[in-house]
């Protein structure tokens, strides 16, 4: 069974300051993996998606995948209080002729102006 | 960029009602498109896959009969929860595939309360 965990929250953080996000997944096929905002009461909308080994950053934002460790993370700098939602990393894997995405529980992000 | 509409946003029915949701792709061609359901405090479980087309793959321990789906077009899937109950009450979100996107689009949920 797919399974993607995500670090327990919630997490606080001062505004200004890094927060750093947590994803581990169990499935050794996945191919692309996700980074998802989910503000409360909303769908999610995605933030950022990585395939390869390594570091990809697009604004404030740096996920990093590390496959021979089934681990994805995602770093936000210059945190800002509207940065606070719930963060879902998601796992893609090919079923078919279609990708599925799992997703982990989500953790509660809160920056604290 | 890719849209996803889907409504309607919030439905209230009666206990043993059905109600329909849809979900379209406005500017693509969703040769695929996901259900999934979400509680209060927890992540988003994948009910089913719709096919163009064909018949919808479910989820293990999602019932077919109750949660029915229809992908009849390229732009189109229809979620019909039929005789709806308390427990069924969730956020129902869509998503869209596109071998062409870098990302799923999904679209901006549905709250069902049944009463």
């Known amino acids: 069974q797919k399974e993607v965990e995500q670090n327990s929250g919630p997490l606080s953080v001062p505004e200004g300051a890094i927060a750093s996000l947590n994803c581990t997944y169990s499935?050794?096929?996945?191919?692309?993996f996700f980074w998802y905002r989910q503000y409360s009461g909303k769908s999610p909308e995605l933030i950022m998606f990585i395939y390869s080994n390594g570091d990809k950053e697009d604004g404030r934002f740096t996920a990093q995948l590390n496959k021979a460790s089934q681990y994805v993370s995602l770093l936000i700098r210059d945190s800002q209080p509207s940065d606070s939602a719930t963060y879902l990393c998601a796992v893609g894997t090919v079923s078919g002729s279609a990708r599925q995405l799992t997703f982990g529980s989500g953790t509660q992000l809160t920056v604290l102006p | 960029g890719a849209v996803v509409s889907q409504h309607p946003s919030w439905v209230i029915c009666k206990s043993g009602t059905s109600v329909k949701i849809e979900c379209r792709s406005l500017?693509?061609?969703?040769?695929?498109m996901f259900w999934y359901r979400q509680f209060p405090k927890q992540s988003l479980m994948l009910m089913a896959t719709?096919?163009?087309?064909?018949?919808?793959?479910?989820e293990q321990g999602v019932e077919k009969d109750k949660f029915l789906i229809n992908h009849a077009s390229l732009t189109l899937s229809t979620l019909t929860v039929t005789s709806a109950h308390p427990e069924d009450s969730s956020f129902y979100i869509c998503s869209a595939s596109d071998r062409g996107l870098q990302g799923y689009t999904f679209g901006s949920g549905t709250r069902l309360t049944v009463v």
């Open positions: 500017d693509f061609q969703a040769t695929t």
């Open positions: 719709s096919n163009e087309g064909s018949k919808a793959t479910y």
């Open positions: 499935d050794r096929g996945s191919q692309s």
